[in-house]
């Protein structure tokens, strides 16, 4: 590739400018330089050494103000990869943690060679808050991570000292309080080639108390394959039977309970959870806020397993669905009182309702009975519980599982349906 061909190159795929801070190329004998920069002051300073500062601050001062990123290369090939992994790399941590980072850092270095004074740029930091855990973490950009473990340690531990002294940053609420989190003692490394050094690396932290967390290219191969797909979080066995549907580009995985899913649901994921006892009306404004969380139109999967519908299609000839309704109504009925003891106990532990992400709906209890007193089908059938309340036994002679009730069209239908909402 020419050079003319080159710099097409980089000015097809490298901005022109960040946050006010020029690109600008430099070509010498032995390296190239490519710096982001409010003018042309660092421009090849490794190569003459020179220093261009003001009057109110030292040389590093000035460095610090007036570059944004900086890297050398053998060539200026060698320095356009390197410049573009950079970028690439924090725009990937800034993607991941949107919502949690609280300060970025580009560090400072002053070295001396030969008489002369360098000033680099070697990583990028920044602080990251897991509001879940009420802890804080580090995330590292390195294009030279074995080069730079020496210098990332010590800002690491200054970092962690001024958070431990409350000198670095104080933040509070009614419902926050930040001296709460725990001390940062993880980084998550970013660099796409960690070369045979990966293990070095992990020891050297790992002996000075971090934990580290190497994300690499084989890391990202992977996490960008899974941002093809659409992973949604449900409840226990669900999963299993979910991913057998094999939805292009969905994958299923498993989650603990319904308040973790909801605690991944504000945090913006795709989320799966049962109807339980939740109003239609209380689903549709929870929709409005959470539009990546979805919740079954029935009480749990069994209900749609075991819908009469679902049975039917299996056009089993022992099957009577007159009956087999009119058997899961006098259920109902037989058990109606002990439904309405659950359904207030239960509904009081919905973070969904106890945090007050709706606004209540008036009467819900109310809405609940009349509905599960009703003995019109489709209206009691949401609320009731058929992998608790109801027995089976009218089935056992169809000899039904819950494999081949997951594998037909009306079951199919009915999520492709939800997940569309």
Same mark, same amino acid.
């Given at each position: 590739m020419s050079e003319n061909e080159l710099i097409e190159k980089i000015n097809r795929e490298l901005p022109e400018e960040i946050d006010g %801070?020029?690109?600008? +190329?430099?070509?010498?004998?032995?390296?190239?330089?490519?710096?982001?920069?409010?003018?042309?002051?660092?421009?090849?300073?490794h190569l003459t050494?020179?220093?261009?500062?003001?009057?109110?601050?030292t040389p590093l001062e000035h460095f610090a103000k007036n570059v944004l990123y900086d890297v050398l290369g053998k060539n200026?090939?060698?320095?356009?990869?390197?410049?573009?992994e950079k970028l690439e790399l924090n725009e990937r941590v800034k993607n991941e943690f949107s919502k949690s980072i609280m300060f970025g850092?580009?560090?400072?270095?002053?070295?001396?060679?030969?008489?002369?004074?360098?000033?680099?740029?070697?990583?990028? +930091?920044?602080?990251v808050l897991d509001l879940n855990s009420e802890s804080q973490f580090f995330c590292v950009v390195?294009?030279?991570?074995?080069?730079?473990v020496n210098y990332i340690l010590p800002i690491a531990i200054a970092l962690k000292k001024q958070i431990g002294d409350h000198s670095f940053i104080k933040l509070s609420g009614d419902d926050f309080d930040y001296i709460d989190f725990n001390l940062p003692r993880t980084i998550h490394m970013y660099s796409y080639d960690f070369g045979q050094r990966k293990e070095e690396i992990k020891t050297f932290f790992k002996n000075h108390g971090w934990n580290i967390k190497v994300k690499d290219k084989y890391f990202f191969e992977k996490q960008d394959t899974l941002n093809k $797909?659409?992973? +949604?979080?449900? $409840?226990?066995?669900?999963?299993?039977?979910?991913?057998?549907?094999? %939805?292009?580009?969905?994958? %299923?995985?498993e989650e603990h309970n319904s308040y973790s899913i909801f605690q991944n649901a504000k945090a913006g994921k795709y989320c799966l959870r049962d109807k339980d006892y939740l109003l239609d009306e209380e689903i549709n404004r929870l929709k409005k806020i959470f539009p990546k969380y979805f919740i079954l139109n029935y009480y749990c999967i069994e209900n749609y397993l075991y819908h009469p519908e679902n049975i039917e299609e299996l056009k089993n000839s022992n099957f009577l669905k &007159? $009956?087999? +309704?009119n058997d899961i109504i006098k259920s109902k009925n037989e058990c109606f009182l002990e439904i309405v003891a659950n359904f207030k106990l239960t509904r009081n532990g919905y973070k969904e309702l106890s945090e007050n992400q709706i606004n209540k709906v008036q009467n819900a209890d109310t809405i609940l009975i009349e509905e599960l007193k009703s003995d019109e089908f489709e209206v009691f059938y949401k609320?009731?519980?058929?992998? &608790?309340?109801?027995?089976?036994?009218?089935? $056992?002679k169809s000899h039904l599982n819950e494999s081949i009730l997951a594998g037909t069209q009306w079951f199919k239908s009915k999520i492709i349906s939800l997940l569309n909402s």
């Open positions: %801070f020029k690109r600008r +190329i430099g070509v010498f004998d032995n390296f190239s330089n490519l710096i982001y920069s409010n003018d042309g002051s660092y421009l090849g300073n050494g020179n220093i261009t500062r003001d009057n109110e601050n200026l090939e060698d320095a356009f990869h390197k410049m573009k850092f580009n560090p400072n270095f002053k070295q001396s060679v030969s008489g002369k004074t360098h000033f680099l740029k070697l990583f990028e +930091i920044y602080l390195s294009i030279n991570p074995f080069f730079d $797909e659409r992973i +949604i979080l449900c $409840e226990g066995k669900n999963c299993k039977m979910l991913n057998s549907l094999k %939805f292009p580009n969905v994958v %299923f995985t &007159k $009956e087999y +309704i609320h009731f519980d058929m992998k &608790k309340m109801y027995n089976k036994k009218f089935l $056992e």
